[in-house]
């Protein structure tokens, strides 16, 4: 069956510490990955895609993720975390074929930053 | 521009009835997508719809059934609720299918007694 692991689902972190949350998919064809945020009280919101191309991508607030397709991984990182970055990650897949697709997400991880 | 819009913000049904979730999406984007996010799981994908036609389905029952209008926005009926149907219904918008990215709504608390 598809599927999205995060496998860290609570991390705490002083602030300039790095961080790398894990992120696996089981899918085999072609997918498109992405990683939302949700702030306290706030929408989710896109940190970070990954359509084709370069396995490493860039997002906003300085993280960036690497596919790894042999590993069917899309890991998040971000070299120092500051207190702004509590929040709640989530790692998502979108694949399909022929023009119907299923989004899948992760159960999330929350990230809890110390100042 | 206004993001994605939800309505209503709260809402509070009994067993058995019946519910209607409303989302309008970002003006020029043409896909809406449903999902249910119940309190420590991440959102499960319900529907997505492109064009007013359906192009995505997830693994939830035929008691889920929605639709999107002319001006792409979009409704999701629930019938016959349950006590496992309380959650938060999180709508997102996207300009078409596929490779590009969504934005998602406040989302809709539905609460089942």
């Known amino acids: 069956a598809q599927s999205v692991s995060q496998h860290n689902h609570h991390v705490i972190l002083s602030e300039a510490a790095s961080l790398e949350l894990g992120c696996n998919y089981s899918y085999g064809g072609t997918v498109n990955l992405f990683w939302y945020v949700q702030y306290p009280g706030q929408h989710l919101q896109l940190l970070l895609k990954?359509?084709?191309?370069?396995?490493l991508v860039k997002g906003i607030k300085g993280f960036e993720a690497e596919f790894i397709k042999s590993k069917f991984s899309f890991n998040l990182r971000k070299p120092s975390v500051q207190w702004s970055d509590t929040a709640e990650y989530f790692c998502?897949?979108?694949?399909?074929?022929?023009?119907?697709?299923?989004?899948?997400f992760g159960t999330g991880t929350r990230l809890k930053v110390l100042a | 521009d206004a993001g994605v819009t939800q309505s209503p913000t709260h809402l509070i049904k009994t067993r058995g009835q019946h519910v209607t979730l409303r989302c309008s999406p970002i003006s020029g984007h043409k896909s809406v997508s449903w999902y249910q996010q119940v309190l420590g799981q991440g959102p499960q994908f319900i529907f997505q719809y492109y064009e007013k036609e359906e192009r995505g389905r997830g693994n939830f029952p035929d008691r889920f059934s929605a639709r999107q209008f002319p001006n792409y926005s979009s409704e999701l009926n629930v019938n016959a609720l349950l006590l496992g149907d309380s959650a938060l219904y999180l709508c997102?918008?996207?300009?078409?299918?596929?490779?590009?990215?969504?934005?998602f709504g406040p989302g809709t608390r539905l609460t089942v007694t």
């Open positions: 990954y359509f084709s191309g370069d396995p």
């Open positions: 997102a918008s996207s300009y078409r299918l596929a490779e590009y990215e969504q934005y």
């Open positions: 998502a897949v979108n694949a399909g074929t022929s023009g119907t697709y299923k989004y899948l």
